[in-house]
């Protein structure tokens, strides 16, 4: 390492260090993880929203990020192999991972949840969000696709 250091100092802005080979590296020092308990992680749950329950049942018995889990679709579950296929990770690859069985049945829940939702909306004629995911997504062009329809 300390020669990389010298050779680029060298080369990038011509000025020469003297020998460097003496110098120790910082050490890294090394840090225990913290580590719950079953009791503790059950007493942490026990507070939490039912709101943001399922997510943080995923993230913490699936070992997903934070916008893994949100980015979750209904394709991505298999209950038959208990396992979350998450797409479009940290390192832009697709994995698979564990579905844990304390969030089972909120996830099955909360699936049922939407597809209520999107049953009443379908029957509202609330059809741009399904045909138009990528309009939603990108609030100017909703605007622009809309425009025709509401003149000035």
């Known amino acids: 390492m300390p020669q990389s250091v010298a050779f680029s100092c060298e080369t990038t802005i011509h000025l020469e260090i003297p020998d460097i080979d003496h110098i120790e590296r910082a050490k890294r020092h090394k840090r225990i993880p913290i580590v719950f308990s079953k009791s503790e992680v059950k007493r942490i749950f026990e507070h939490i929203d039912e709101d943001y329950q399922l997510i943080i049942y995923l993230l913490y018995g699936s070992g997903l990020r934070l916008m893994e889990c949100l980015r979750l679709r209904v394709k991505d579950v298999d209950f038959d192999y208990q396992q979350l296929v998450i797409r479009d990770t940290k390192g832009l690859e697709d994995r698979i991972t ?3 069985q304390s969030a089972e049945p909120r996830l099955r829940l909360q699936i049922e949840k939407v597809k209520l939702l999107h049953q009443e909306d ?19 062009l909703l605007v622009e696709s809309f425009k025709p329809y509401f003149p000035q």
């Not at 029957?123 to 969000?129: D, L, W």
Request: aromatic letters at 10%; glycine letters at 0%.
């Open 98 to 100: 564990v579905l844990p």
């Open 122 to 140: 379908l029957s509202q004629s609330y059809r741009a969000a399904c045909q138009f995911p990528k309009l939603v997504r990108q609030p100017t």
